[in-house]
């Protein structure tokens, strides 16, 4: 059974920090050292009690942001497997294409679900628009000049969206309330949190069946497996990389959507969680996508148990003590195989 909580049944609501704990994420709007990470640094402390523990709670708060950094580690994983590029301009992508999104909603009244499917369509072009004017047309590239280069598309965007709609927080019109709760036998979850999580498990699931059973999925493992036996069987891999940016586009889309309805709409909202995208694909594996979705889980959560039981104030760093940490011990990931080159 799953019960309504009405708001002002939750103890403690006008406490930023017992509303954490009740699942329901606020943003620190403090400006911190690093400016950006306010946009999507969720605070929490204290805890509601409404039945369920101090520890269930931060375990399924910790999901939802989990969830979202999966996504951003999908995204990277899919296109680093194929081409070996690490795609720094992913957040700003996502960012631009959330933009879009809440222009959509806000200034045309288009509904949500075609507001979504249209930021979809943008964003898969972005990414085929990124890999053909951007990448392909690189004269000589290096693995290291094209990751480079998408540093500097992650400029460009950011200064654009920076100029066009201004450094201004937003709130991103999201059809699930972000104050209403669900009551799971004791463990309280925000309406919010808890789609989120279901939200981001289907398009997981959606991958999956699509990378397993469509031709075209099997053409882009074949390709990451190995680019020149997939061309000598006929595999046009460059339109397959092409359309890998404007996979691994979408997913980051979905991603901005959520974070942005988690937290706040601003330029900087993404580049935090791109770092700790990053540190769930290294953490599962850079070339597992298995790996990456487990890897946002487990961060979502220890970030949010460390936050709750150790400190708040270095709660932002788990993610880089997790990336050194792995490189450490299993440089490969948790679910990546690891390869020894002989010479």
Same mark, same amino acid.
């Given at each position: ?15 930023i920090?017992?509303? $954490?704990?009740?699942? *329901? ?41 989990g969830?979202?950094?999966?996504? *951003?580690?999908?995204? #990277? ?27 959509l ?12 499917c ?5 964003a *898969? ?7 053909l004017?951007?990448?392909?047309? $690189? ?16 400029m460009?965007?950011?200064g ?7 450094p201004d927080?937003r ?8 104050v209403?709760?669900? &009551?799971f ?23 999956f ?5 469509t031709?075209?999925?099997?053409a ?5 497996? &190995? ?26 889309a $979905?991603?901005?959507m959520l974070? $942005? ?7 900087? #909202? ?9 540190a ?6 850079m ?24 400190s ?15 490189l ?11 390869y020894?080159?002989?010479v």
């Amino acid at each position: 059974m799953v019960r309504l909580l009405p708001p002002n049944q939750v103890r403690g609501r006008n406490d930023i920090f017992s509303r $954490a704990f009740c699942g *329901l994420f606020v943003s620190d709007f403090e400006n911190s050292n690093f400016g950006f990470i306010s946009s999507f640094e969720f605070r929490v402390s204290s805890f509601c009690f409404t039945g369920g523990g101090m520890l269930g709670q931060l375990i399924l708060s910790g999901l939802a942001v989990g969830a979202c950094y999966s996504l *951003l580690a999908l995204a #990277m994983v899919i296109i680093y497997k194929t081409s070996e590029v690490l795609n720094f301009a992913q957040g700003e992508m996502a960012m631009i294409s959330t933009f879009v999104a809440f222009v959509l909603l806000e200034s045309y009244h288009i509904p949500f679900l075609w507001a979504v499917c249209l930021t979809f369509f943008f964003a *898969l072009f972005l990414g085929v628009f990124v890999e053909l004017v951007f990448l392909r047309t $690189a004269k000589d590239p290096t693995v290291l000049g094209l990751i480079i280069i998408t540093l500097g598309f992650e400029m460009i965007l950011m200064g654009f969206a920076g100029w066009k709609w201004g450094p201004d927080q937003r709130s991103f019109p999201f059809p699930v309330s972000n104050v209403e709760t669900y &009551n799971f036998y004791g463990l309280v979850i925000s309406r919010i949190n808890f789609w989120t999580i279901v939200i981001c498990l289907i398009l997981m699931f959606i991958l999956f069946l699509f990378f397993r059973y469509t031709k075209l999925g099997t053409a882009m493992r074949a390709t990451q497996q &190995n680019p020149l036996i997939a061309r000598v069987m006929g595999i046009r891999t460059k339109r397959i990389l092409s359309f890998t940016w404007a996979i691994s586009s979408m997913i980051g889309a $979905a991603a901005g959507m959520l974070i $942005a309805a988690l937290g706040v709409l601003d330029p900087n #909202m993404m580049m935090d969680p791109l770092l700790k995208g990053f540190a769930s694909a290294v953490l599962g594996g850079m070339t597992s996508l298995p790996g990456a979705a487990l890897g946002g889980a487990i961060l979502g959560i220890v970030e949010n148990v460390f936050g709750g039981y150790i400190s708040l104030a270095f709660k932002g760093v788990v993610a880089f003590a997790i990336i050194v940490v792995m490189l450490c011990i299993r440089p490969s990931g948790l679910l990546a195989r690891h390869y020894v080159k002989k010479v």
